[in-house]
């Protein structure tokens, strides 16, 4: 679809969030002219800057309302690209005002998974092309299924989000192979060992039957995960295959080591085998969907900004397919509920948080919104929550 069609049909219905008359939830276009952006993140070094990653091999710089015309990295030939390829992730350090660190999640040109650090020059609006280097290499057997999110956490720890290898099925059973860094989460420590140390708690680390860098099992396509800014949460969206889309989650407190059960299961529904597959050693999914609703989930982030506050704890994710952005809640007994928060138009490949912690969304077609609270429209009322 054309560029400009896309963003006059992109219409969002507007929902009053968490039953509040007259708070109503849109989105703001903040950056369009992009190159099939799949994320968006900050630095953390209070500059306010948003960093979006380009499939093609690129990091852009959104400065307030602008975007730099040079990108902060562009390594475009060495990615491999499209599909389910390319530039898929970036984190910064979490001392990056002080080390100038940040790590990348590419598919090379033999469409192998590469985790590579940079840092960034003098100019702080520019990284350095020649400073990388090469923390992890997986081969890939197929062009899909990748994974592609970074992200530390709570501890300082890198976490990667690795997809099963792709394929159908997961037909070599990647995501219950111990031995395979494939449909897995990873966790590493980038501050020590060469190029990268094992955490001392990882939870496989003495276990001859898995490789010590693995912290979750049983994963399909981990897109996108997100830790919760306040309380150290991991949320872990993992697409599914035929029928089922998943959330998964691991309290702070968890000592990993989660299996969530792919390709035995497809969120808490048997799938090899088609019966009798459940096992007290996998984990359910807080929130499935079926494909009557999408195809294929985006996952997002709680929300713990402060221009919305009726969103405030609320988890918001959405799916690539149909556009739809929903909202979830937990209750006393730890059930999970989710309502749609927008119906829109589109292609929704990531979600991303600045330092403050406002929400924004990304589509794949070529623009980032911005959630914003519309207190001037009423309970239930339609407008184009597309704003420009």
Same mark, same amino acid.
């Given at each position: 679809?054309? +560029? ?11 929902? *009053? ?15 369009? #002219?992009?190159d099939?952006p ?7 070094? !209070? ?8 499939? =093609?091999?690129?990091?852009? =710089? ?17 990615? @491999? ?7 898929? #992730? ?11 660190q ?62 099963? $290898? ?24 980038v501050?020590?060992?060469? &190029?990268?140390?094992? &955490?001392?708690?990882?939870?496989f680390?003495?276990?001859? /039957? ?11 396509? *981990? ?33 990993? #080591?989660?299996?969530? $059960?792919?390709?035995?299961?497809e ?5 090899? &085998?088609?019966? /009798?597959?459940?096992?007290? +050693? ?22 713990? /900004? ?9 988890y918001?994710?959405?799916? %690539? ?5 929903? @909202? ?10 989710? @309502?749609?928060?927008? /119906? ?7 979600f ?18 911005? %959630?914003?609270?519309t ?9 184009? !929550?597309?704003?420009r």
């Open positions: 679809m054309h +560029r400009a069609t896309r963003l006059a049909v992109a219409v969002v219905a507007m929902f *009053p969030v968490s039953g509040v008359y007259g708070a109503s939830i849109g989105l703001r276009l903040v950056a369009d #002219g992009l099939r799949l994320a968006i993140t900050h630095a953390g070094d !209070g500059s306010g800057r948003l960093f979006i990653v380009e499939q =093609v091999g690129r990091i852009r =710089v959104l400065d307030g309302s602008a975007l730099a015309p040079t990108p902060f990295l562009d390594i475009t030939p060495l990615v @491999s690209c499209c599909q389910e390829r390319g530039l898929l #992730g970036l984190a910064f350090h979490p001392d990056y005002e002080v080390n100038g940040f790590y990348v999640n590419y598919t090379d040109r033999s469409g192998d998974t590469r985790i590579v650090r940079y840092i960034v020059t003098p100019d702080p609006s520019l990284a350095d092309p020649g400073s990388a280097t090469v923390l992890l290499a997986i081969e890939q057997p197929f062009a899909n299924h990748n994974g592609g999110q970074l992200a530390f956490g709570p501890d300082g720890y890198l976490f990667i989000a690795v997809g099963d $290898g792709g394929s159908g099925g997961d037909p070599f059973d990647n995501g219950q192979n111990g031995f395979s860094l494939l449909g897995k989460i990873l966790r590493l420590d501050d020590a060992g060469t &190029p990268y140390a094992i &955490p001392v708690d990882n939870p680390r003495f276990d001859p /039957g898995a490789r010590d860098e693995v912290w979750a099992t049983g994963l399909r396509n *981990p897109w996108r995960f997100s830790f919760d800014r306040l309380t150290g949460d991991l949320f872990i969206a993992d697409v599914g295959q035929n029928a089922w889309e998943e959330v998964n989650f691991e309290p702070v407190t968890s000592a990993g #080591g989660n299996n969530y $059960g792919w390709r035995r299961m969120g808490s529904h048997c799938f090899d &085998p088609s019966a /009798g597959c459940a096992e007290e +050693r996998f984990v359910l999914p807080i929130l499935e969907y079926s494909h009557a609703e999408g195809c294929s989930v985006t996952g997002g982030f709680r929300y713990r /900004g402060s221009q919305i506050p009726e969103l405030f704890g609320i918001v994710f959405g799916d %690539f397919c149909s556009g739809r952005i929903w @909202s979830a809640t937990v209750d006393e007994a730890g059930l999970w509920t989710r @309502s749609e928060l927008l /119906g829109t138009s589109l292609a929704i490949s990531s991303g948080e600045d330092e403050a912690g406002e929400l924004y969304v990304v589509d794949l077609g070529g623009a980032v919104y911005r %959630f914003e609270r207190p001037d429209m009423g309970q239930g009322e339609l407008g184009s !929550g597309v704003t």
